[in-house]
């Protein structure tokens, strides 16, 4: 596993997370077994307690570990790890939210993949549920005209499989293989956005750099959903996050008229009546003021420094 060699390209595996050092350890530890091709882990930590970050760093050795002093938000706290690694020469970067795990030979197929088209920017795995082994939680995502909104695809049932190679449009980053001359010419993740709608964004700017995204169905994980937010939109955070990320993903990409326009933004209004309930409502607009009001920052450069000081804990 760990180290790559000289015949192999650089492949960094980047893990998130924040507190739930056990998810942390049962990822980084898939990601260990990983086989056919050699794997660096870099463990980012986004401001949990210091015993969560020392229990990671006590049980898989092998992981380097950086931390956030403070929780930053998902793009932020990303931002930190994907840059150190591409600082570090990472050809490939396996992003991963700690409540996921991986197949042994998920990360080999998605750079097999990468190394038979340099026009592959994202490759994204099918994502499973982890409770339903069998059952897809992500296969990528879609745009649907009417109403017009990006939709994730998701099994029904175990016989919903997405199991061709595809071209998507959107791509999950719950967990995906990130070409690292994509993230230097692309940038980075919004570094404006909490969570929510930082990957669209993402894919987006990737498919305007003039790369694909692309489903490699043999490539297979498995997500805790819900596993850190818990309550997801029954959490009255869920939707001032939600509605603030809109905002921004709105005035980031104005011009694109058929996910940016009024119809909707009616039909994202209308979600957190009926998936919230009323009270989801004011919530959801308040995140729209905030996200309407603030200062943007530009999707920061891997090369440049980050506004998050970051902590080396077991550095490279």
């Known amino acids: 596993m760990t180290h790559p060699d000289s015949k192999s390209p650089s492949v960094w595996a980047v893990v998130l997370g924040w507190n739930h050092a056990e998810d942390t350890i049962e990822c980084l530890r898939s990601l260990q077994a990983s086989h056919g091709i050699p794997v660096r882990l870099l463990y980012t930590d986004n401001g949990s307690t210091p015993d969560q970050v020392e229990k990671v760093a006590r049980?898989?050795?092998?992981?380097?570990?950086?931390?956030?002093?403070?929780?930053v938000g998902v793009?932020?706290?990303f931002n930190g790890g994907l840059a150190y690694a591409l600082r570090h020469g990472a050809d490939y970067l396996f992003m991963a939210n700690n409540d996921t795990t991986v197949a042994p030979d998920c990360v080999r197929l998605l750079v097999d993949a990468g190394e038979r088209d340099p026009r592959a920017g994202f490759l994204m795995p099918r994502i499973f549920y982890y409770d339903q082994k069998d059952l897809?939680?992500?296969?990528?995502?879609?745009?649907?005209?009417?109403?017009?909104?990006?939709v994730m695809r998701k099994g029904r049932t175990p016989a919903d499989t997405f199991d061709r190679e595809e071209v998507l449009g959107f791509s999950s980053l719950c967990t995906v293989l990130m070409r690292g001359q994509t993230l230097k010419d692309a940038g980075l993740m919004d570094p404006n956005i909490v969570f929510y709608y930082e990957d669209y964004d993402l894919s987006l700017r990737i498919r305007?750099?003039?790369?694909t995204i692309q489903l490699i169905p043999a490539?297979?994980?498995w997500h805790k959903v819900a596993r850190i937010t818990r309550e997801g939109p029954s959490n009255p955070a869920f939707w001032r996050?939600?509605?603030r990320s809109v905002a921004i993903f709105r005035r980031r990409h104005r011009d694109r008229r058929w996910l940016t326009g009024p119809v909707s933004l009616a039909y994202l209004v209308l979600r957190a009546a009926v998936e919230g309930k009323p009270r989801a409502v004011p919530l959801f607009l308040e995140g729209l003021r905030e996200g309407r009001a603030v200062e943007l920052?530009?999707?920061?450069?891997?090369d440049e420094p980050l506004p998050d000081p970051i902590e080396?804990?077991?550095?490279a």
């Open 136 to 150: 897809v939680w992500s296969a990528g995502s879609r745009f649907r005209p009417f109403p017009p909104a990006v």
């Open 241 to 243: 996050n939600y509605g």
């Open 208 to 211: 305007d750099a003039g790369y």
């Open 297 to 302: 920052q530009p999707a920061p450069r891997w």
């Open 219 to 221: 490539g297979r994980s």
């Open 59 to 71: 049980e898989v050795p092998e992981a380097l570990v950086i931390r956030h002093p403070r929780n």
């Open 312 to 315: 080396v804990v077991r550095g």
């Open 75 to 77: 793009p932020r706290g």
